[in-house]
Structure formats: C-alpha cells, structure tokens
C-alpha cells in the first residue's frame, strides 16, 4: 500500500497535474493509477509545455497540417486525443467508485474568462467532443464564469471551477454547483453521475502575501497564510454542505462539490517541499500534484488528518494578517486576476508553438 492508498483511505483523493503524451501511452499514467492516483488535471501551461517542448504530437501536427487544419482546429484534435486518452486510463476508477473519481479535467478557453455565454457554448463544445462521462471541464471562477458553471452542471457537465483564491469565491462556486443540480433534478436529471471539484489555489497565495510581509518586517506570518485560507475554506465547504439545502439533494443521491488544493507545489525553497500536502489532508477533499510535489509526497510526506488541526490559529493568522494592513482580499482578486491572464498568456503562447511547428513541418 502506498501513501497515495493511505490517503484514499482518509477520505482525500490525489490527482495528478501533469499529461504529456508519450507519459500516457508508455504506462506511466497508468503505473500511478495502481499506486492509488485517482484523477488528473490540465491546463493552457501544462499543455503549452506538452506540445511545444516535445516531439510527442509532431506527427499528428504534420498530418493535421497537410490536411489543412488551423492552429485552433490542431490544438484541439492534440488536446482532446490526449484528454480521451487520460479518460479511458482512469475509467476503471470512474466505475468502481460508482462516478467518484477517476476524473481528467480540460479548460475551456482562458481567454473567455470575462464572458459567460462564450465560456457555456466552449463547455458544452468541448465536453460533447471528448465523449466521455469522466471528464471535467475547467471553468474559472470569475464573477462572470460562476453563472456559467450552473448553467453547464444544470446541464449535466462535470465542472472543475479553476483559480479560486478568496473565500467569497470559493462560496460562490459552492452556491453555483447547488443551484446547477436543483436545475438538473428538477429536468429529471440523475444527481448522482454529476460531479465538480473546487479548485482553490494555495502556494501563490503565500508567494504574494510574503513579499508583503517582507516590507513591513514581518516574518511570522510568512509561509503560514496560505495553507491558513485553505484550512478557512474548508471550514465553509462543511457549512455549506451541511445545510437543508443541500440535504434535499443529497436526499437524490448528489455527492458534495469537493474542495480541490491546485497550486500545491512549493514556491520557496525554504519551505518543505511538501508544505501545502502535508497539512491540508481531509475527507471529501484532493489534491492536484505536479510529478515533482507528487514525488516528493511519496518519499517523505506525511500522512495524517491535519485539515482541521489548528483551525483556531488559521483563523487568528487571518486576523492578524488584516491587523497588520494586508488585505486578503485584495490579494486574492489580484491573484485571480493575475492567474487569468497567466494562463490567457500561456495559450497565446501555445497557438504561437503550434503555429510554428505547423509551418516547419
């Protein structure tokens, strides 16, 4: 039994946030799936990083080529083969867990962040064209992406709500994910094969935070705020799953919109390498590990419940966080704005490689 098993067994899930090609077709993937990996994400970087720092899909771009495919019409035929792919790796998990897990998450367009109806079309799109029941589609949680994400869960579309940083967002994707299934139970639609995670971004939260701790001179805070948000987070995914509400759904069979910690791999190399795993280990949660963090978990992490310990003390962090004159949440807007155009940035930057390849090839 692995460490990733032991988890499973407290009630967290880790997923893996990573693909690459040849890693999927060589059995990598699926040599983590029998050491207890039970999902993975994907996202514009993660992608950009695939396709254009490796020969993996050159072949299929050539041909894609010739035929006289566009840069738009080549990334999507690459990114979905690859999706399906990852899908029918993690289906076994998908069908022993009774639609659980087994989960593989794409993001819809980045650049349409700011534009719900855009953003539902590109959901409904792309969900239709990978066909398959495990798949996730991304979704940021934008003012402008929640309505979205009721809409594609009312819809029944797996959602995966990407860059939350501040628990007023967090909230609102909770909320979205509840309103989506009432539409979904009320059209006759099946609670219990709609599933949706989360997102909730951890590291850069420090990253930010520290810097601004730094010029005030203080250092006990540092490294401390990012896992104490997340700890904060947690505290009101129980509420909000706990209430009449959501009893009426759970009463159909509708499993809870888990929390999911992205960002997970440490920032600063002062801190432990698995900092934001450690001690953000619950039931109904996952978390999403680059291969390094991943790696590194299964080495020397630590397996323990440790979501709820010293709750109390995340939330005297917080206090004393905005007692100091940082506002979290300006932080966490900032962030989140930060994050949607990083990774608008990252899919310029992919089209442009694909773009290139095309050309040469």
Known sequence: MTKMHELTKLGQSV????ILRSFTES?????LVEQGLRGETSNPTIFDNAISKSTDYDEDMRLLARAGASVDEIYEALAIDDIRHACDVFRPIYDQSQAADGYVSLEVNPTLAHETERTLSEAKRLFAAVERPNLMIKIPGTPEGIPAIEAAIGQG????VTLLFSIEHYQASALAYIAGLEK???????????ASVASFFVSR?????DKELEKIGNTELQGKIANANAKAAYARFKEIFAGERW??????GARVQRPLWASTGTKNQAYSDVL???????PYTVNTLPPATLEAFM????????IEEDLDQAHAQLKHLAELGIDLDAVTQRLLDDGVAAFARSFASLMNSIDEKRQKL
């Not at 997923?15 to 990573?18: G, H, P």
């Not at 059995?27 to 040599?31: F, R």
């Not at 939260?205 to 935070?209: E, G, K, L, N, P």
């Not at 080495?299 to 440790?306: F, K, N, P």
């Open 184 to 194: 979904f139970v009320a059209t006759g639609g099946e609670a219990g094969r709609i």
């Open 276 to 282: 934001y795993v450690d001690n953000l280990i619950g």
């Open 157 to 160: 579309i797996n959602v995966n």
């Open 247 to 252: 009893q009426k759904l759970a009463a159909h």
């Open 205 to 209: 939260v420090d990253t930010y935070v």
């Open 27 to 31: 059995g990598g993937l699926g040599k």
């Open 15 to 18: 997923w893996l946030d990573y």
């Open 299 to 306: 080495d020397h992490g630590r397996v323990a419940l440790t």
